[in-house]
């Protein structure tokens, strides 16, 4: 155990511990490298008396120093820091080094203790055995790890094949009512020229006649200009071409109408959404789902396309009249005599 001045021999003024990287001063002091000025951005002035240090702050280190602070060290780490005892004891009770002083004072009363020997012991068989179950349970977590990143794999996977395939839906969707829109835009078109059509000719039909009235009206006005009569005859029937008056005055307008084709472009007019939605329901493949089936009941089957499930038929049981014993198929019976086929087994 070293002695108290023997260890302040080993401990630096300045920082008040082992040396650590110690160096000798000119004027015999010794101090941690860290615990004074390098020299270089400042004077090397001994802390404890003062003398100035060599320029250039270049110090060796003292090999023996550090050797004897390093050997201190590890006896200090043997000591009780509130004893100056060696530690000899571990307190199972508070998992912790001890020394006979620490024992039997009244902080570790009615503590268990071990000697450092056997307690390393203990400790290292204990910790070999828990290696064991701790190698199996890194194994396990391995495991673990192992299947998360494949179900991360799968995840990301069928992530992917989901947007391809919701892609190419309502591509699908896209397309089909893109090309609706345009023949129903089309069709419309013809139904609006059509209508057009009508319109115009009757348009054209209108204006005819209230031109032909328009001119006769001018004509009428002319001849009621004439003065006498025989000129008044003459005008009017060199004007009319044997038209009587009453022809001539005969009311067109009752003759002629309104073309009003209001372009009734039912049912896509009141209920365009609705129709689609049904048209699109024509066109729609619905992606047939293969059954899996995970159960322990023997009742049920699936079929080999695996898209439907059946009942399995029964099976006869049968009877041994020599047994006196119903079995559930012939050759459970091993007597030999002949067994009746009964009822199905329910």
């Known amino acids: 155990m070293a002695s108290g001045s023997y260890s302040e021999d080993l401990t630096c003024p300045a920082c008040h511990t082992f040396f650590t990287d110690p160096v000798n001063l000119p004027c015999g002091h010794a101090f941690c490298r860290g615990c004074i000025p ?33 050997k201190a060290k590890a006896e200090a780490a043997e000591m009780c820091p509130e004893h100056e005892e060696k530690l000899k004891l571990f307190c199972v009770t508070d998992q912790q080094l001890a020394c006979i002083i620490c024992r039997d004072g009244e902080k570790h009363e009615g503590h268990k203790f071990k000697p450092i020997k056997e ?32 179900e991360l794999t799968k995840t990301k996977a069928k992530s992917q094949q989901l947007t ?62 004439t003065g006498d009569a025989g000129s008044l005859l003459k005008s009017w029937s060199e004007g009319n071409s044997k038209m009587t008056p009453e022809d001539a005055l005969r009311p067109r307008a009752k003759d002629l109408q309104v073309v009003n084709d ?38 049920i089957t699936l079929s080999d396309g695996g898209q439907s499930l059946f009942p399995k038929s029964k099976q006869a049981a049968v009877y041994c009249s020599s047994c006196n014993v119903t079995y559930d198929r012939p050759h459970d019976c091993q007597s030999g005599a002949d067994v009746q086929e009964s009822l199905p087994v329910d």
């Not at 404890?48 to 004897?68: H, W």
């Not at 319109?199 to 054209?204: E, V």
């Open 38 to 70: 390098d020299g270089v951005s400042s004077p090397l002035y001994c802390p404890q008396c003062g003398e100035a240090g060599p320029e250039g702050g270049c110090l060796p280190t003292s090999l023996i120093l550090k050797s004897l602070s390093e």
């Open 119 to 150: 307690a390393v012991a203990s400790l290292r068989q204990e910790l070999e055995k828990g290696m064991e179950t701790f190698s199996g349970d890194i194994l396990a977590t391995e495991s673990l790890a192992k299947s998360q990143r494949e």
């Open 164 to 225: 391809t395939q919701i892609q190419r839906e309502f591509k699908e969707m896209h397309d089909f009512l893109r090309k609706r829109e345009k023949e129903i835009k089309k069709e419309l078109k013809y139904k609006e020229e059509d209508a057009v059509e009508k319109m115009s000719k009757n348009l054209n039909a209108i204006e005819k006649a209230l031109s032909d009235s328009r001119e006769l009206e001018q004509k009428l006005k002319s001849v009621l200009k």
């Open 262 to 299: 209001s372009l009734c472009f039912d049912p896509y007019e009141s209920h365009l959404q609705f129709f689609m939605w049904k048209e699109m329901l024509q066109v729609i493949k619905p992606r047939e789902e293969l059954l899996s089936l995970q159960s322990n009941s023997s009742d």
